[in-house]
């Protein structure tokens, strides 16, 4: 899916390769100041970048520099479609995350240093294990419609459902999102590993595993955490669970209830979303 907004003139777009041979795609629309902050929006899980598109716009509309990276998986070009012979985890994410930082910051002067990350459900994970193991590269975080999806927040039917679909990446050799009606086609090891996060509240990614639980817990980072009234994916408790986890970070809280939105629709209704970003950006 490809916004049109995102083939503006103001916006370009930047490959960025992976040492295993395939690439994704960082587009990024400049603010009319080169030195405003720059903020990075990572998609959820199964989400194409393009989704994004009125998001990003906004966002430089209202003074950002923005950038926008493709979730692994789900390229519209270069990639690869998880599946026996592909497959990737958080950690690989994590780098996807590392790399697009290091670009933004060669594109954006202003950012060398730290940008500000937006990240939308996974991708708020994403960010989190990022921003703790990279604390240098982030300016800040914005975690919109994410969570952190410890069962006991939800019940235990979804306890169930997050362990059966880790089951059925393991033996179908990815997840079949969309025959299952949640997320995309996913690879089996990042299904694995969050729905061990979903069922021990721990983060652990890579091989070998590397539980990060703790360095998110010392993760100290300005926040902001938007939630969304009637969204049963990340309802405020699992929103509020992230601070719990991450004591350190300094929040600012914003629920939406407005008319229109849900766990994705916001991105393409973005206004109140972009107010909160600006405001607590004090732009």
């Known amino acids: 899916m490809t916004d049109p907004l995102l083939h503006a003139e103001t916006s370009e777009t930047h490959s960025i390769e992976r040492a295993e041979g395939t690439s994704f795609t960082l587009r990024v629309a400049r603010a009319a100041d080169p030195e405003a902050p720059t903020l990075l929006v990572v998609p959820a899980m199964g989400m194409p970048a393009g989704y994004y598109g009125k998001l990003v716009a906004a966002l430089a509309a209202a003074g950002l520099n923005v950038g926008l990276m493709e979730q692994r998986g789900h390229e519209e070009h270069g990639g690869r479609v998880p599946g026996w012979s592909y497959d990737f985890g958080y950690a690989d994410l ?137 969204d049963w994916m990340a309802p405020s408790s699992t929103v509020d669970e992230i601070h719990r986890r991450m004591p350190g970070l300094e929040v600012r809280r914003v629920h939406l209830d407005e008319p229109g939105i849900d766990h994705f629709k916001w991105a393409r209704k973005p206004a109140s979303t972009v107010a909160a970003v600006t405001e607590w950006l004090g732009r």
């Open 94 to 230: 994590v780098d996807d995350m590392a790399a697009a930082v290091e670009r933004l910051g060669e594109l954006v002067p202003a950012s060398a240093g730290a940008a500000y990350v937006l990240g939308h459900s996974l991708g708020g994970q994403t960010a989190s294990a990022y921003a703790a193991l990279h604390p240098d590269q982030v300016a800040g975080l914005v975690y919109v419609a994410s969570q952190t999806p410890y069962w006991r927040n939800y019940g235990p039917g979804f306890l169930v459902a997050s362990q059966a679909m880790g089951l059925v990446g393991r033996v179908v050799g990815h997840f079949p999102g969309k025959q299952l009606r949640f997320a995309g086609r996913e690879a089996r090891t990042l299904m694995k590993e969050w729905s061990r996060y979903a069922r021990t509240g721990r983060l652990r990614l890579g091989r070998p595993a590397r539980d990060v639980t703790e360095d998110m817990r010392a993760l100290a980072k300005p926040a902001l955490m938007i939630s969304i009234e009637g």
